[in-house]
Nanobody, 122 residues
């Protein structure tokens, strides 16, 4: 059984940094495309960034310039490092895994975590 469990979300002031973790079980994070998406209230789920099996990084608009992704194969964990957070970054952040497909398309992802809430105060 595959499980993705996110953690690290919390309330932070604007300008701060925050790192999220996604621990995977039942799959190998280095044999899947591992991605982060986010969803703000009343909005569509949005692609943030992803890391591929060959360590390539793909950035969605929210992730460009301020966010990075990392992977620790030994810990079966994927990280999202966010810098210079803004109130508009407030959302539930989801970890997702796919074997192949359009990296930025949420329909490519078979496995999802339950999400972790990030709130950025102004």
């Amino acid at each position: 059984q595959v499980r993705l469990v996110e953690s690290g979300g919390r309330l932070v002031p604007a300008g701060d940094s925050l790192s999220l973790s996604c621990v995977a079980s039942g799959l190998s994070v280095n044999t899947h495309i591992m991605a982060w998406f986010r969803q703000a209230p009343g909005k569509e789920r949005q692609f943030v960034l992803a890391i591929t099996q060959s360590d390539g990084t793909w950035y969605g608009d929210p992730g460009k310039g301020r966010f990075t992704i990392g992977r620790d194969n030994a810990k079966s964990t994927v990280y999202l490092h966010m810098n210079r957070l803004k109130p508009e970054d407030t959302a539930v952040y989801y970890c997702a895994a796919a074997e192949f497909g359009d990296i930025s398309d949420r329909t490519s992802y078979r496995y999802w975590g339950q999400g972790t809430q990030v709130t950025v105060s102004s």
